[in-house]
T-cell receptor, first 113, second 113 residues
């Protein structure tokens, strides 16, 4: 079965510091996509970053970057220079090619001034 | 560009009652998704439409849940009759196509008493 595991229910970080959120997944597929979504308290889910499994280079979007380890089936999100607006639930999601998204249980990130 | 619209934002009903949710996707988006997000969990796909047709409804409890997509645009999700375990946030998302980024609406929070 394809599963996504986020082992950190909650994380906290000081403003301007760096935090890493962990995600592991289980699949027998070789072609798939991985995503990190942010869900602020207003509940509108926003895509933060995506990674294609066939790409060896880790994706980066401004202050957000991933560490994609395909063999280990690990996909962590690093947030640099954390800001108060980064506080939210973060969901890791996996999608086999053209199939449905499978989400993890989420990590609540708190950012302290 | 307007985002995905959902209504109502909140709904409280008694068990065994019926309820309906409405979703208006982003204009031009062929694919529409309904997710159920139970507190403390990640979203779970209930049903996926491609234009008017159903692509995946494998996790839709068909004895009580139904969904339709009118003329390939708006969609409604109905629960009849509701159970306590249906309390959740129901998220609608849309995308240009199956393999493209999904844009989420703000969700409808359902409480079944």
């Amino acid at each position: 079965a394809q599963t996504v595991t986020q082992s950190q229910p909650e994380m906290s970080v000081q403003e301007a510091e760096t935090v890493t959120l962990s995600c592991t997944y289980d699949t027998s597929e070789s072609d798939y996509y991985l995503f990190w979504y942010k869900q602020p308290p207003s509940r509108q889910m926003i895509l933060v970053i995506r990674q294609e499994a066939y790409k060896q280079q880790n994706a980066t979007e401004n202050r957000f970057s991933v560490n994609f380890q395909k063999a280990a089936k690990s996909f962590s999100l690093k947030i640099s220079d954390s800001q108060l607006g980064d506080a939210a639930m973060y969901f890791c999601a996996y999608r086999p090619n053209t199939d449905k998204l499978i989400f993890g249980t989420g990590t609540r990130l708190q950012v302290f001034p | 560009e307007a985002g995905v619209a959902q209504s109502p934002r909140y709904k409280i009903i008694e068990k065994r009652q019926s309820v309906a949710f409405w979703c208006n996707p982003i204009s031009g988006h062929a694919t529409l998704y309904w997710y159920q997000q139970i507190l403390g969990q990640g979203p779970k796909l209930l049903i996926q439409f491609q234009n008017n047709g159903v692509v995946d409804d494998s996790q839709l409890p068909k004895d009580r849940f139904s969904a339709e997509r009118l003329k390939g645009v708006d969609s409604t999700l109905k629960i009849q009759p509701a159970k306590l375990e249906d309390s959740a946030v129901y998220l609608c998302a849309s995308s240009v196509g199956t393999a493209y980024e999904q844009f989420f609406g703000p969700g409808t929070r359902l409480t079944v008493l």
